[in-house]
């Protein structure tokens, strides 16, 4: 059996919306769906605004650069993140600056955030990782203390909640991407989230090349055109319509997976809190030691798997120079993989995926 480590489930719906664009040529970033599919997600989320961009990346940078951070000025992020994160941050001229992660929820250290504040600190940006969301009270606490923003990476948690309220409708301007393997996606896409109206209308303007609104043609900032297509919103629109059903099979899929593992010495599995609802974007799980060589002997059998991201601060591309460490991302970095959970995954396969773990683990 070859399981897959996503493969995306394409709903019906989002097959005939795009056959309706594609049919009545709303093909470029004009188009019915696009409003639409912005007036569903704001809806879902539980905010005044949501903008819809090309991806998440673009949707973080955007955010980013609506709160006019630029050179000079320094974001605080999780060591423990995609690239998308601090990259989006380095896209303005700013620095984006480390902070390890809590070795239980594998999300920011909230009591790490404050040593790292400087007076160039303009915004903290939590990243819920894997699914499951950030301790967001303590985060609130700081940032409402030291006067910063916050952008919420909700990339991973589309409906999640935290004590009752949605991911990407607590921080200031917050970021969804819906990338192929997201919980939700549009092939590629992304969405800004909030409820203020000057941000909402600076993030629009900013994502379609900051058009004077008043002198045709002329630019007095640096905009992008980050601008989706109608048929990025077609899919997306199908596909929200059935998040709620989506948003179950993931967590029966994480409820099979628990079950089908449990018992493998050794074997973490993922954690729950009881201050939010995990979304599962990814089964993740760690083992002692020999990662590397237990996904290779999963491989052969089929069952393909992702090793958890590298720390940020050790990418070359990103370089920085920190005497600090990182114990807990370098931990995680080094012992952690997902296994497959793509929303067309079959119990059959998870049960398989199970199987091969327990006769590959012992
Ligand atoms: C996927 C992801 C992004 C980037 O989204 P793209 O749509 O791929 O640009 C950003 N942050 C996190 C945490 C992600 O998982």
Redo the contacts with the bound molecule.
């Keep these: 059996m070859k399981v897959p480590v996503n493969e995306p489930l394409i709903t019906d719906a989002a097959k005939l919306y795009v056959a309706d664009a594609m049919d009545t040529g709303w093909i470029s970033s004009a188009g019915p769906c696009v409003e639409k599919f912005e007036e569903a997600f704001a809806k879902f989320i539980g905010v005044k605004h949501a903008i819809f961009t090309n991806?998440?990346?673009?949707a973080?940078h955007t955010a980013a650069r609506t709160l006019n951070i630029g050179p000079g000025d320094e974001v605080i992020i999780p060591n423990f993140?995609?690239i998308?994160?601090p990259f989006s941050v380095m896209y303005t001229g700013a620095t984006p600056v480390f902070v390890d992660i809590d070795p239980e929820t594998l999300n920011i250290d909230a009591a790490l955030i404050e040593a790292k504040i400087t007076d160039r600190t303009k915004a903290i940006m939590p990243?819920h990782?894997y699914g499951l969301p950030c301790d967001m009270d303590p985060i609130l606490e700081i940032a409402a203390k030291h006067n910063l923003a916050i952008i919420e990476?909700a990339?991973?948690v589309h409906g999640a909640e935290y004590k009752g309220k949605k991911c990407g409708s607590i921080g200031t301007i917050n970021?969804f991407?819906?990338?192929g393997n997201?919980i939700i996606t549009t092939g590629?896409?992304?969405m800004i989230t909030t409820d203020d109206d000057a941000l909402a209308k600076r993030a629009r303007w900013l994502k379609d090349l900051a058009h004077s609104p008043t002198k045709r043609f002329r630019h007095e900032e640096l905009g992008f055109n980050y601008r989706p297509t109608n048929l990025q919103a077609a899919v997306g629109l199908g596909q929200l319509e059935a998040i709620d059903d989506l948003l179950e099979r993931k967590r029966s899929m994480a409820a099979l997976y628990k079950e089908g593992l449990s018992g493998i010495e050794g074997l973490r599995l993922p954690q729950e809190k009881d201050y939010a609802t995990h979304v599962y974007w990814m089964y993740a799980v760690m083992v002692e030691s020999g990662r590397d060589e237990l996904c290779a002997r999963l491989k052969e059998k089929g069952v393909d798997t992702r090793e958890f991201f590298l720390p940020c601060h050790s990418q070359p591309a990103i370089a920085v120079q920190t005497d600090d460490s990182f114990p807990v991302t370098e931990d995680a970095s080094a012992r952690g993989f997902y296994l497959p959970s793509g929303l067309a995954i079959t119990d059959e396969q998870i049960a398989y995926v199970c199987e091969t773990m327990r006769s590959v683990c012992n």
């Design positions: 991806s998440g990346t673009s973080l993140t995609m998308a994160s990243v990782i990476d990339a991973e970021a991407s819906f990338y997201k590629e896409g992304g």
